[in-house]
């Protein structure tokens, strides 16, 4: 089955301290993936995706992302984490030409990222 | 401003009653999506819509129904059929062959 995991429910770090929030997938072919953040009571806001070429994708608000096939993951990172990045995150991935809904997307259940300061 | 507009933020249904979601697109996109959001399930799909007067069925499309007369409109209809309704729905839109899905800011719907 086509699935999308996110293997962490909450991510604590300190303020300063690199992050990541840890993404894994299990899609036949060559998938698009994506990151979104959410805030209280809002709807998603996109962050990044990777859909080829170079296998580290930059994105909003200082956010990174690797590719790595060999382990089918999608890790989202930062090199120094902020009090306001505390969000939940959501990692997600197109399938490739799912029924003609070729924008369709499968989204991981969602990691609570909490900065301390 | 350009975006996606959901209305109303909140909304109350009693048993039995029906109630509609409003999703109005500026962007100019194509396709239209609409998501719900459940505490540690992810976001999963309602319904879509690619183009004008098509609208194809998603993942837990039951007791839901929708209607694409205009571009830029993708209204959900939340009947009485659908028994757990509480949640946070989110509306989405994308261009037909472009890759990433915008959302709005979301509708949160009470059974009360």
């Known amino acids: 089955a086509q699935s999308v995991a996110q293997p962490e429910d909450q991510v604590n770090v300190a303020e300063g301290n690199p992050l990541t929030v840890k993404c894994t997938y299990s899609?036949?072919?060559?998938?698009?993936l994506f990151w979104y953040v959410q805030y209280p009571n809002r709807g998603l806001q996109f962050l990044l995706k990777?859909?080829?070429?170079?296998?580290l994708v930059k994105g909003s608000y200082g956010f990174e992302a690797e590719f790595n096939k060999s382990q089918t993951s999608f890790h989202l990172k930062k090199p120094s984490a902020l009090v306001s990045d505390s969000a939940l995150y959501f990692c997600a991935v197109r399938l490739p030409f799912y029924g003609g809904a070729t924008n369709k997307l499968i989204f991981g259940t969602g990691t609570l990222l909490a900065v301390q300061p | 401003d350009g975006g996606i507009t959901q209305s109303p933020k909140y909304l109350f249904r009693k048993e039995g009653q029906n109630v509609t979601l409003s999703c109005e697109q500026n962007?100019?996109?194509?396709?239209m999506y609409w998501y719900r959001q459940d505490p540690g399930q992810g976001l999963r799909l309602i319904y879509y819509?690619?183009?004008?007067?098509?609208?194809q069925k998603g993942d837990i499309a039951e007791g839901y129904s929708v209607s694409r007369e205009k571009k830029e409109s993708f209204p959900l209809t939340v009947t009485s059929a659908q028994k757990n309704p509480t949640a946070f729905y989110l509306c989405?839109?994308?261009?037909?062959?472009?890759?990433?899905?915008?959302f709005g800011e979301g509708s949160w719907l009470t059974v009360v």
């Open positions: 990777y859909i080829t070429g170079d296998n």
């Open positions: 989405a839109s994308s261009l037909a062959e472009g890759n990433t899905i915008y």
């Open positions: 962007l100019n996109h194509d396709a």
């Open positions: 819509s690619q183009i004008v007067n098509d609208f």
């Open positions: 899609v036949s072919g060559n998938p698009y």
